[in-house]
Every structure is written in C-alpha cells, then in structure tokens.
C-alpha cells in the first residue's frame, strides 16, 4: 500500500476537520431541553377545542355546493388540494 497517498490525503483533510469542528458543536448532554415539557403538554390537551370561525364553514359549504352543481371539477380540486 502506498503511504504516501494516505500522508497526502491526511494533510488535504486538516483543514476541512478543522472547520468542521469549529462549525458544527459538540453533541452531549447539551442536546435536551432546557425544562420539562410534559406539564406544558397537559395544560394543551386540558384545554377547550378551537372553535372553526364562520367562513369556514361557508368555505366548505361552497366546495360541496361547487362539486354538486359541477362534479367535473373535482379532479381539479384535487390537483389543487
């Protein structure tokens, strides 16, 4: 095997090591979150539904009537859903 190929190549990626050391952080116990979530999780499932405002429903209302009258463009629906 040819060491000096290798020797090259070492010298070659020396510097990109280098970068990418400064660049990107070390993982370790670093990567978790700061608090607990589990409690804020509760507090959202405790809370009441969203309530789906008016036009909503007249958006929806208008969709069905819009398929009824022309049942061709559901393709183009589709497409655009």
């Known amino acids: 095997m ?3 190929g290798t020797e090259i190549r ?3 990626s020396e510097p ?3 970068l990418l050391r400064q660049a990107l952080p070390p993982i370790g116990d670093t990567g978790g979150p700061k608090r607990d979530l589990w409690p804020a999780m509760l507090r959202k499932l405790d809370e009441p539904p969203a309530r789906v405002p008016w036009f909503d429903w007249a ?3 208008a969709l069905a009537a819009l398929i ?3 049942p061709a463009a559901i ?3 589709m497409y655009y859903l």
């Open 10 to 12: 070492d010298q070659e």
């Open 68 to 70: 009824a009258v022309f």
């Open 59 to 61: 958006l929806i209302g």
């Open 2 to 4: 040819n060491k000096q």
């Open 75 to 77: 393709p183009v629906l």
């Open 16 to 18: 990109m090591e280098r």
